[in-house]
C-alpha cells in the first residue's frame, strides 16, 4: 500500500496545480489520474486566460490568478505558452454597450477596474478586421492565452520536482474513511493519505459521492474548432456581448474558434460526438463578425468533457459531510485561468483552513439549502 | 427521409458494392470526391487524357468494364462529393460546391481505400521528393510525368509506376530496391500456395523482366538510403554493392500501402494490429461488418487486399447490407457468398506471398537519425519527440498536445505510424499496447465559408443527380 499526507483524484490543471502547491510545502502528495494528466478538459481547452467577463463572485480569484499566470513560466521553469495579448469584447449594437455599461457600474461599485469600455473607434484600432457595423466593446488589458496542455504538464512536471508521485492510468473505483485515513481503492492497487481532494473535473460528483457530497453536477462537451495557418491578422482574444462569438489567433498562425457550443457528452467511454449543425452556426457566426475569416481553411474539430455547475461556478470547499476532504470542480467552461490560483487555495485551505478569500458562493452544498 | 445505404468511395469496392446492391433492387447514393468514378487503381481509367491508356496495363484497362457496369447500374453517384465526416449515428457530411450537406443513411459502407506507407529516410520531406502513388495521379490524371526520375523503395506498386513510365518512352535514372534478401527466403514458405494464383504471380515477374529488359540501372538489396540536398532534391545515395549515388532531380518513394486511419478512426469503428501487413486492421467479419452493425468498410481501407481483392469485398459487404434491409434471405446471402469467398481465400493467398516478399525493413519504415523529420506539417524530428517523451508524454496523444506532431493539415496520415512505432521502442512495448492517435472529422481542410453553408439533404436534387450522369 502507498500512503501520503494527501490524495489528490484527477490529473487536470486543479489537481495539478493544488499538487504542486503542496509538494512546495513539503506535503507528501499521491495524485491518481485515470487515464493520463491533461488528458481531459485541461489539455484540450481553449486555452483562454480571461478576466473579461466573469461572475463577480469569481472576480476576486481571478485577478489574482491572472498575476500569477504573468510569472508562471519563470515559477514553474516551464513553457506555457502564455501571451499577455489581452481580451475584447465586441458590442454589435447599442443595446450591447447598454449590457456592458450596467456590467461596469457593478464592477466599479466592488473595487473592479479591469474591464474599460471602449467606442467604435478604439474597437477598431484594436481589431482592424472587425465588421464595420460594431459598435464598440469593453477590453481587459492582461487577458491571454496559454497551451493547455503545456500548462498542465508545467504544474505536474514541478510538483514531481518537489517529490509528488503522479500515478497515471489508475482510476479511484472505491474510496472509505477507515479511523482517521482515507483508503482508495483502484485497479492499480491500495493508496492510504489522511486528506482527500477532489479534483476529478466532469467526472466529480461520483467522487463526491464517495466522500459523502451529493452534488447536482452536470457534464457536456463544448466544441472548438482550428484553422491551418493564416496570415496574422489578429492580436486580442475575441469574444462578443450577446453573441456565440470566440477565438483567438496563435503565434503560428492557427485561429482557434469556439464560441460555447456543445457536442454530445459520453462520459463513461471517454467520449464526444460533434454537433456539426452548431458547429456551422458558430462559422457563420465568425464571418459575420469577420469576414477576412471566409477563407479560413478548418483543419480539426473536437471537443472535451467538462463539468457545469447549474449556476455556472465551480465548487471550491471543505467537504459538508467528511472530515479532511475537499473539493475543486465543476469549473463550467472556464476554469483553465483559474489553474493557478485554485491550487493555491486549496493547498490552504488543506494546510491553515484559511484560504484568503471568500469562497461561500462556491460551498459544495450550497444547492441542498436551497432545495429544503 | 434517410437513405438506405450509402457507399463512401467509388473506387473497386464501391463500385462493386453498387452494381451488387442494384442488382437485388437497391439504390445506394455513392459519394466521392473524384470527379470521375474509378478510385486510385482506376482513375479515368474510363476517360484517360493519356493518348495510349493501354500502356497503363491491362489490370488499369479491366478497371473500364466495371466503371462502365457502375455508371449503367442506377446507383446515384455523386462526383465531387468530398465526405469529410461519417458518423457513428449514420449521419455523413461532404462538401460540394463550396456547400456542405448532411444526410442520414441506413446503412453505410466505408472504401476509403489506402495511403502509402510513409517512408521517413533521411532528406524524405524535400521537396521535389514524392511517392510512387503521386506519380501515378499525375500519369492518369493530367498525363504529366517526370523525366530522369530515381525510383526507390520496393512493392508492386513501385514497378508498375516505373514499367508504365518506360512504356511511355519516359527516361528513368534509376530503380532503387530496397527489398531485403531474407525476404525471398521467407516468401518462399508462401510460394507454394501463391502458385495457385499462377497468373498474378506472373503479372509481377513480368513487371520486373520488363523493367530490366529496358535497361535501366536497378540496384538490389540497397541500404541505408538518403536523398540529397539542402533546400530541394538532388540525389539519392544509397548502398547496393558498395557506397552509389544517383543526381535527379524527383525520387520517387515507395515500399507500400497500408489502409487509410482518418475515417475508420473517427467513427470508433475497432482496429487490431496485423503483423504481416505491419499495418492497422479495421476489426469486420467476413462481410466487411466492423464493430458498429450497421457500418461495413471494403477495400484496402480495411485491410490491404488489391484492387481484385477489394471488387470482391465491395460484393461481399453489399450482399451482407441486402440481408440487413432484408431484400434477401440469410440463405441467399449466404448461398451467393461462397463463390467470391473462395476467391477471396485464394488471393489472400498470393497477398500473404506478396507480403512476406515486400515487408519493409525497420530501417525503412522508422527514422534512423534523431534529426530525421517525423512530422513534416508541424517540422518535429526524432530528436523533438523524444524530448516529449521524456516530458511524460508517453502516448501517442500526448505526445501530439506536447509537440503538435501530427495536428497540421495532413492531419497525422504521414506521422502517425511512425509515432506509434517509436513509443513502442521507446517503452519497450508492442506498438498494439500503445495504440494510435484518436482521429477526429473532417478528414479534409474545408473553408469556414463552406462549413457555414450547411444543408440537410433527403433525396439528391435533380442537378447533383445530371452532374454524375
Ligand atoms: C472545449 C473546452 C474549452 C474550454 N475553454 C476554456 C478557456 O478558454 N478558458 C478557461 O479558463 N477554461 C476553458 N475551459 C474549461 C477548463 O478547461 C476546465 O474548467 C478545466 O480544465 C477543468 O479542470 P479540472 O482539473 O477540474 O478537470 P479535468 O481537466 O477534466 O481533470 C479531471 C481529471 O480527473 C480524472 N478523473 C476523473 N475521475 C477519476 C477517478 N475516479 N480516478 C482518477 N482520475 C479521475 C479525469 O480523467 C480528468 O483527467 C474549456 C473547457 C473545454 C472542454
Known amino acids: 500500500m502507498k500512503t501520503a499526507d494527501v490524495l489528490i483524484i484527477g490529473g487536470g490543471i486543479h489537481g495539478s496545480s493544488t499538487a504542486y502547491h503542496l509538494a512546495r510545502e513539503g506535503i507528501s502528495v499521491i495524485l491518481l489520474e485515470k487515464d493520463y494528466v491533461a488528458r481531459h478538459a485541461s489539455g484540450v481547452n481553449a486555452g483562454g486566460v480571461r478576466v473579461l467577463g466573469r461572475d463577480l463572485a469569481e472576480v476576486p480569484l481571478s485577478k489574482i490568478s491572472m498575476q500569477m499566470w504573468q510569472t508562471l513560466d519563470s515559477e514553474l521553469d516551464a513553457d506555457t505558452g502564455f501571451r499577455s495579448t489581452s481580451m475584447v469584447y465586441i458590442a454589435a449594437n447599442e443595446a450591447d454597450i447598454t449590457t456592458l455599461k450596467q456590467r461596469e457600474a457593478r464592477m466599479n461599485a466592488a473595487g473592479h477596474t479591469h474591464e474599460r469600455i471602449i467606442d467604435q473607434r478604439e474597437l477598431r484600432e484594436l481589431l482592424p478586421y472587425v465588421h464595420p457595423s460594431c459598435t464598440g466593446g469593453a477590453v481587459s488589458q492582461q487577458d491571454g492565452h496559454a497551451n493547455p496542455y503545456r500548462s498542465t504538464n508545467a504544474f505536474r512536471l514541478a510538483a514531481e520536482r518537489f517529490g509528488a508521485s503522479i500515478v497515471e492510468g489508475t482510476e479511484l473505483r472505491n474510496l472509505r474513511r477507515v479511523g482517521s485515513s482515507w483508503i482508495a481503492q483502484t485497479p492499480k492497487g491500495t493508496f492510504e493519505a489522511g486528506t482527500v481532494v477532489n479534483c476529478a473535473g466532469a467526472w466529480a460528483d461520483k467522487v463526491a459521492l464517495m466522500i459523502g457530497d451529493n452534488v447536482p453536477l452536470n457534464h457536456a462537451a463544448p466544441m472548438l474548432m482550428i484553422t491551418a495557418r493564416m496570415p496574422h491578422f489578429v492580436e486580442p482574444v475575441v469574444g462578443a456581448v450577446s453573441r456565440q462569438l470566440s477565438f483567438k489567433q496563435f503565434e503560428n498562425g492557427t485561429v482557434l474558434i469556439g464560441g460555447g457550443a456543445k457536442g454530445f457528452a459520453e462520459r463513461a467511454a471517454n467520449k464526444t460526438r460533434l454537433d456539426y449543425e452548431k458547429l456551422a452556426n458558430a462559422a457563420r457566426t465568425t464571418i459575420d463578425f469577420f469576414p477576412i475569416m471566409t477563407r479560413a481553411a478548418i483543419n480539426r474539430m473536437w471537443a472535451g468533457l467538462e463539468a457545469y455547475m447549474p449556476d455556472n461556478l465551480p465548487v471550491v470547499s471543505p467537504s459538508a459531510n467528511a472530515e479532511n476532504a475537499f473539493h475543486a470542480f465543476g469549473f463550467s467552461a472556464h476554469g483553465f485561468q483559474l489553474g493557478p490560483i485554485i491550487g493555491k487555495v486549496t493547498a490552504d485551505m488543506i494546510l491553515t483552513g484559511q484560504p484568503g478569500f471568500d469562497l461561500s458562493a462556491f460551498r459544495v452544498d450550497r444547492y441542498d439549502r436551497k432545495v429544503l | ?469
Request: charged content about 20%.
Open chain 2, 1 to 469: 427521409m434517410a437513405f438506405d445505404c450509402v457507399i463512401v468511395g467509388a473506387g473497386p469496392a464501391g463500385m462493386s458494392a453498387a452494381v451488387t446492391l442494384a442488382e437485388h433492387g437497391v439504390r445506394s447514393l455513392v459519394l466521392d470526391r473524384g470527379a470521375k468514378a474509378g478510385g486510385q487503381i482506376y482513375r479515368y481509367a474510363a476517360s484517360s487524357p493519356l493518348p495510349d491508356p493501354s500502356k497503363l496495363g491491362p489490370d488499369y484497362m479491366s478497371g473500364a468494364a466495371l466503371i462502365n457496369a457502375f455508371e449503367a447500374c442506377g446507383a446515384d453517384h455523386v462526383a465531387g462529393a468530398d465526405v469529410w465526416h461519417v458518423g457513428d449515428d449514420g449521419r455523413i457530411l461532404y462538401s460540394i460546391d463550396g456547400e456542405t450537406r448532411q444526410i442520414e443513411t441506413r446503412e453505410v459502407l466505408v472504401c476509403p481505400g489506402a495511403i502509402e506507407r510513409p517512408m521517413p529516410i533521411p532528406g524524405w520531406t524535400l521537396p521535389g521528393v514524392m511517392t510512387a502513388g503521386a506519380a501515378q495521379v499525375m500519369l492518369k490524371t493530367d498525363a504529366i510525368v517526370a523525366e530522369n526520375a530515381v525510383f526507390a523503395g520496393s512493392g508492386p506498386l513501385l514497378y508498375l509506376v516505373v514499367a508504365q513510365y518506360l512504356r511511355l518512352g519516359v527516361k528513368v535514372a534509376g530503380l532503387v530496391d530496397t527489398t531485403p534478401r531474407r525476404n525471398f527466403l521467407q516468401a518462399a514458405s508462401a510460394a507454394p500456395a501463391a502458385l495457385r494464383s499462377a497468373s498474378l504471380l506472373h503479372k509481377g515477374i513480368s513487371l520486373l523482366s520488363e523493367i530490366r529488359r529496358a535497361g535501366i540501372p536497378v540496384y538490389r538489396q540497397s541500404v541505408q538510403l538518403k536523398l540529397l540536398g539542402q533546400t530541394r532534391v538532388s540525389g539519392l545515395s544509397f548502398y547496393s554493392n558498395g557506397l552509389q549515388q544517383i543526381e535527379a532531380d524527383t525520387v520517387f518513394l515507395h515500399h507500400g500501402v497500408i489502409p487509410n486511419p482518418n475515417m475508420t478512426r473517427a467513427l470508433g469503428l475497432d482496429h487490431v494490429w496485423n503483423e504481416d501487413q505491419l499495418a492497422w486492421h479495421v476489426k469486420t467479419d467476413l462481410y466487411g461488418q466492423s464493430s458498429i452493425p450497421y457500418i461495413a468498410v471494403a477495400g484496402d481501407g480495411g485491410a490491404i487486399v488489391g484492387g481484385d481483392g477489394a471488387h470482391i469485398e465491395g460484393r461481399l459487404a453489399a450482399l451482407n447490407i441486402l440481408m440487413r434491409l432484408e431484400r434477401i434471405s440469410p440463405e441467399t446471402r449466404d448461398r451467393l457468398s461462397r463463390s467470391p469467398v473462395g476467391e477471396l481465400r485464394r488471393l489472400s493467398q498470393f497477398r500473404r506471398f506478396i507480403d512476406r516478399l515486400y515487408r519493409p525493413s525497420d530501417a525503412l519504415r522508422l527514422p534512423q537519425d534523431e534529426d530525421t523529420p517525423v512530422c513534416r506539417c508541424e517540422d518535429q524530428s526524432v530528436a523533438d519527440l523524444r524530448a516529449g517523451f521524456q516530458l511524460g508524454a508517453r502516448d501517442p496523444n500526448a505526445l501530439k498536445s506536447r509537440t503538435r506532431c501530427g495536428m497540421g493539415p495532413c492531419q497525422g496520415r504521414q506521422c502517425g505510424p511512425i509515432v506509434s512505432d517509436l513509443l513502442a521502442n521507446w517503452r519497450g512495448e508492442h506498438v498494439s499496447d500503445v495504440g494510435y492517435y484518436r482521429m477526429r472529422s473532417p478528414q479534409r481542410l474545408l473553408s469556414l465559408e463552406e462549413l457555414s453553408r450547411f444543408k440537410t439533404v433527403s433525396s439528391l436534387q435533380p442537378r447533383a443527380r445530371e452532374a454524375s450522369r
